[in-house]
């Protein structure tokens, strides 16, 4: 296994923080498999990798497709060779700490990928049952971190300055927000008819 894909993992590790390869040398690959995607990876090849230093010490890393952005016809081309790096890049500037074993390489088959923990012990809020008020509260928290987080990639003052100080950058992401709900609440409903009709086999777990 480890002589089977020695040459992506050896351009991983050049890949990931230089401090950070000690601790990975410690690991060695044990397995691999393959990995059923979510609705945001839908389409793309994922898999999943064992690795371990000792019994009672292991580490699994998430490896992920990364396809050309969708920018890239309005844009141009990226000036990353691998796609991989340029979603690293991007996640690297944006995240004030990022996943130590954030990394890339090619696939064996020729696609481009980038690795990440499995599980990287983030947390996620409960939403549900939440008043207006909270539910208000942690929007404007989100928003301020989004913010924060795009203005480390570029110029915050020119970012700032471009929209200025009016509300039509506002209520245009208003607009398509709920647009955007609008539609997904479509599709489900046209997705969840198509299934009664027969049109559409749905495996469920009842």
């Not at 020695?6 to 590790?13: G, H, V």
């Not at 000792?54 to 992920?64: A, H, R, S, T, V």
């Not at 500037?93 to 990394?103: E, K, N, P, T, V």
Request: hydrophobic content about 40%.
């Amino acid at each position: 296994m480890k002589t089977q894909f020695s040459e992506q993992f050896a351009q991983y590790r050049d890949s990931i923080v230089p401090s950070v390869r000690p601790l990975f040398d410690r690991f060695h690959l044990c397995d691999l498999a393959v990995k059923a995607v979510g609705v945001g990876s839908v389409g793309t090849r994922c898999s999943i990798a064992l690795f371990v230093a000792g019994d009672d010490d292991p580490l699994f890393l998430q490896i992920k497709e990364a396809r050309a952005s969708v920018l890239e016809p309005y844009a141009g081309k990226s000036v990353y060779s691998n796609h991989g790096e340029r979603v690293i890049v991007g996640q690297r500037m944006i995240q004030s700490a990022s996943d130590l074993f954030l990394g890339w390489t090619r696939a064996k088959a020729g696609f481009d990928v980038y690795i990440r923990q499995l599980r990287d012990m983030k947390m996620s809020a409960l939403v549900e049952g939440w008043d207006f008020d909270t539910l208000r509260m942690y929007t404007r928290v989100c928003a301020w971190s989004l913010a924060q987080a795009h203005a480390r990639t570029g110029d915050a003052a020119m970012i700032s300055g471009y929209m200025g100080s009016g509300r039509s950058f506002d209520d245009a992401i208003c607009e398509f927000a709920v647009d955007y709900a609008d539609q997904t609440i479509g599709d489900h409903k046209a997705f969840a008819k198509a299934i009664r009709e027969g049109r559409i086999q749905a495996i469920t777990d009842q």
